[in-house]
C-alpha cells in the first residue's frame, strides 16, 4: 500500500497531480511545475519532504559509531546544531545512500535518509551501530518542510516565536536549532536544503504538519512538487540517488570525492576499497554536460566518447536556463568531442563544470 503524508489531503484539496515515490503518495506539480520552479528561484516555495526518514541515535559511543559509519567525518561537528553531508558506503566503497547527519549532544545525533532507501538503510545502520551499544531509533511520527528561495529564510522567521528568532536567524549554512512556532508548536529547523537556495528545511510533530503548511501558504510562500525539486537540484549541481549514484558507484565516481575524508587514524566502512581504487586510477568519472542543439537530455541515453560510452544521468530542460543540462558518467578524462544519442541521432555535449545555476544566475 502507497504511504501517505500528513500533507496528503492539502495537496490533494489544492489540485496537485500526485504520483508514487518510493512506495509515498507525493504531489508531482500543482499545475505548472515551471511556475513553481521560478516561484523558488525568484521569491520562496514550499516542499512537502515528510517521505524522507528521521533517525535518531543515542548511546555513549555515537560520535565513534559515525566515524565508523560514514566517509565524512562526523568529528568536524564541534558545537551542537551542527551537520554534514555525507555518503554511507559498503565494503566495495559502493554508495548505499547519502544523507545529512546532525550533531545534538555527544550522546545523540540525528540522520536523515532517503525514502527509497529507508529499508535497507535501516536495517544497515542497525547492523552496524550494534557492536558499538547505540540505539537506532526511526522517527515515523516527524514530517518535514522544506522552504526554498532568496525570500524562504524571512518568510520562515515571522512565523516563529520572538524568543526563537534571533537564534534561528543567525544559523550558518548545515546549522540547526530548535525553535517555536505557530500556537507553540516545536520545530526542529535546519539551514540546508536541496535546490540550491537559501531556506530551511523544518522537522516537526506531523499534527502539526498542517498547520504549519497553511501558515507559510498565508505568508506567500506557494507549494511546490518533486517536478521543480528535481530541476531546482540538478540545476544546483546535486546528486540524486538511484540515478546520479548508487551501491555500484563509489564517491570519486559520483562527484562527492569532496564528501570523502581519509583521515589517517579513522577506518571507515569502505576505506579499503576507496583507497585502492585511487591508487589504480579511477575509471569513470561524473561530469556536468550541456546539449548545444534542442532537445531534452534524459536518464539512461548513450553519451558517445572517443575513450568509450558512457549514459546520461540525470537530464532535464533546466527552466532558468532554457537548454537541456545533465549529469553523464564517462570513462575517466573524456571532456572532447562529447555526443549523446537520442533516438538513433548524435548530438554534441559540452562538458562543463557544475553547479549549473548558482543564486538564480546562470554558471556555464
Known sequence: MTSQTALNARHRAAGAKMVDFGGWDMPLHYGSQIEEHHAVRRDAGMFDVSHMTVVDLSGARCREFLRHLLANNVDKLKKPGKAIYSCMLNERGGVIDDLITYFLAEDRFRVVVNAATRAKDLAWIARQAAPFGVAVTERPELAMIAVQGPNARAKVLALLDAKDRECVEKLGRFAAAEARGPGGMPLFVARTGYTG??????????????????????????????????????????????????????????????????????????????????????????????????????HGQRVVTAAGDGEILSGIFSPTLGRAIGFARVPAGAREGLRVDIRGREWPLRAVKYPFVREGQSCI
Open 197 to 298: 537556495e537559501d531556506g530551511f528545511e523544518i522537522i516537526l510533530p506531523e499534527q502539526h504538519a498542517a498547520t504549519l503548511w497553511d501558515a507559510l501558504a498565508a505568508a506567500g510562500v506557494p507549494p511546490a512538487g518533486l517536478g521543480a525539486r528535481d530541476t531546482l537540484r540538478l540545476e544546483a549541481g546535486m546528486n540524486l540517488y538511484g540515478q546520479d549514484m548508487d551501491e555500484d558507484a563509489t564517491p570519486w565516481e559520483a562527484g562527492l570525492g569532496w564528501t570523502v575524508s581519509l583521515d589517517a587514524d579513522r577506518d571507515f566502512i569502505g576505506r579499503a576499497a576507496l583507497e585502492s581504487q585511487k591508487a589504480g586510477g579511477v575509471p569513470r568519472e561524473l561530469i556536468g554536460v550541456v546539449l548545444e542543439d534542442r532537445g531534452v537530455l534524459r
